[in-house]
């Protein structure tokens, strides 16, 4: 039996990308979120001191809740569908990847918000944030790139049936 190609770069899938970014990205939102608890230490920013700006600003609550809380939910479960989308019969299907697509083009949208804060009403710079919003741009295009590969593999399959 040939094995089956499966589009991606560097030996690993879209999929697997998209877990691994996120899971990094979970990390952070979870180290900023217990730093804001205290339960972190010393933050680890830099000396523009703007990690701490925009931790404390209104800007770092949506809803009553803390954003790099959200964050850390929010790429967590992006890396748990992609896992669990990567594996057995759910390799090529197309359910994991429109999920991941509703999971993190709203969580763009999020970002944009949170990047014209940062930029624009407090005028200053958090590399944390800065990395999470180079991040989730990066997981849309491969998100994209996974959405073409599962209608490619849908549509192929529907030809040979």
Same mark, same amino acid.
């Given at each position: 039996?040939?094995?089956?190609?499966?589009?991606?770069? @560097?030996?690993?899938?879209?999929?697997?990308?998209?877990?691994?970014?996120? @899971?990094?990205? &979970?990390?952070?939102? /979870?180290?900023?979120?217990?730093?804001?608890?205290?339960?972190?230490? &010393? @933050?680890?920013?830099?000396?523009?001191?703007?990690?701490?700006?925009?931790?404390?600003?209104?800007?770092?609550?949506? @809803? %009553?809740?803390?954003?790099?809380?959200? %964050?850390?939910?929010?790429?967590?479960?992006?890396?748990?569908?992609?896992?669990?989308?990567? *594996?057995?019969?759910?390799?090529?299907?197309?359910?994991?990847?429109? $999920?991941?697509?509703?999971?993190?083009?709203?969580?763009?949208?999020? /970002?944009?918000?949170?990047?014209?804060?940062?930029?624009?009403?407090?005028?200053?710079?958090?590399?944390?944030?800065?990395?999470?919003?180079?991040?989730?741009?990066?997981?849309?295009?491969? $998100?994209?790139?996974?959405?073409?590969?599962?209608?490619? $593999?849908? /549509?192929?399959?529907?030809? *040979?049936?």
């Amino acid at each position: 039996m040939t094995p089956v190609h499966r589009d991606g770069f @560097l030996g690993m899938t879209y999929r697997q990308w998209i877990a691994l970014i996120a @899971l990094v990205n &979970a990390f952070v939102a /979870t180290y900023l979120h217990l730093w804001k608890l205290g339960l972190a230490g &010393a @933050l680890a920013c830099g000396g523009s001191g703007g990690c701490a700006v925009v931790q404390f600003s209104q800007w770092s609550w949506f @809803l %009553g809740v803390d954003v790099a809380l959200i %964050g850390a939910v929010g790429y967590s479960a992006v890396v748990l569908v992609a896992v669990v989308g990567s *594996t057995g019969v759910r390799v090529d299907a197309r359910g994991p990847a429109l $999920v991941l697509a509703a999971l993190v083009y709203p969580a763009i949208l999020f /970002t944009l918000r949170l990047k014209y804060a940062e930029f624009i009403v407090l005028k200053t710079f958090c590399p944390w944030c800065a990395i999470s919003a180079v991040s989730i741009t990066i997981l849309g295009v491969i $998100v994209a790139f996974e959405l073409r590969r599962t209608r490619a $593999v849908a /549509t192929s399959a529907v030809r *040979t049936s």
